[in-house]
Nanobody, 122 residues
Framework: QVQLVESGGGLVQPGGSLRLSCAASGRTFSGASMGWFRQAPGKERVFVAAINWSGDRIYYEDSVKGRFTISRNDAKDTIYLQMNDLKREDTAVYYC???????????????WGQGTQVTVSS
């Protein structure tokens, strides 16, 4: 089992920045691909970003390219999502995800965190 705990959500004005963190525990973290999804009110949960176990393969959903950056720190068993130039449409609950397989972490990961709310509003 892998346990994932997100933090760093909150209220931010349009154009602002937030950094989300996801701390992992349980099974070996360093060999897992990790990712972020989000779910806006009344909508389905959708993919945002993913990073493979070595950090040299990264993939973003088109609407966040150039604004969001995913990274990992294996020494701390933690991944991050740096979100810049936030827009109202980025408002959602953000979920951390993990899976041994990179492709799976982008479409159907085995492990999920509980989510953290991000609200972009003036």
């Amino acid at each position: 089992q892998v346990q994932l705990v997100e933090s760093g959500g909150g209220l931010v004005q349009p154009g602002g920045s937030l950094r989300l963190s996801c701390a992992a525990s349980g099974r070996t973290f360093s060999g897992a691909s990790m990712g972020w999804f989000r779910q806006a009110p009344g909508k389905e949960r959708v993919f945002v970003a993913a990073i493979n176990w070595s950090g040299d393969r990264i993939y973003y959903e088109d609407s966040v390219k150039g604004r969001f950056t995913i990274s990992r720190n294996d020494a701390k068993d933690t991944i991050y999502l740096q979100m810049n130039d936030l827009k109202r449409e980025d408002t959602a609950v953000y979920y951390c995800a993990a899976d041994p397989i990179f492709l799976s972490v982008t479409i159907g990961p085995n492990y999920w965190g509980q989510g953290t709310q991000v609200t972009v509003s003036s």
